[in-house]
Nanobody, 114 residues
């Protein structure tokens, strides 16, 4: 079973930046991030597979960059120019080849406000 440990959440003012990290206990095919704003559904933010192929949600608008270090089994989400609408609990997730199994982190709060 894969364990995921997240870090990097916190509070920033609009226009600020945060870098989220998530370390997996083992090598895993796909890694990424979901988020759940208050009162809304959980939705995909970004995902990257073991070959470095990336996908982003449309609301990212070029502001976020997902990357991974396979030597550390770690995925990163660099978030720039944050907006209040980005306020959410961000969840690290990973999946096996073929998406047959999913694993979730505990979630980390990101708050963007003046």
């Amino acid at each position: 079973q894969v364990q995921l440990v997240e870090s990097g959440g916190g509070w920033v003012q609009p226009g600020g930046s945060l870098r989220l990290s998530c370390a997996a206990s083992t090598s895993i095919y796909g890694m990424g991030w979901y988020r759940q704003p208050p009162g809304k559904q959980r939705t995909l933010v970004a995902v990257i597979d073991i070959g470095g192929n990336r996908n982003y949600a449309s609301f990212v608008k070029g502001r976020f960059t997902i990357s991974r270090d396979n030597t550390k089994n770690t995925v990163y989400l660099q978030m720039n120019n944050l907006e209040p609408e980005d306020t959410a609990v961000y969840y690290c997730y990973s999946y096996t080849l073929g998406e047959s199994s999913y694993y979730w982190g505990q979630g980390t709060q990101v708050t963007v406000s003046s």
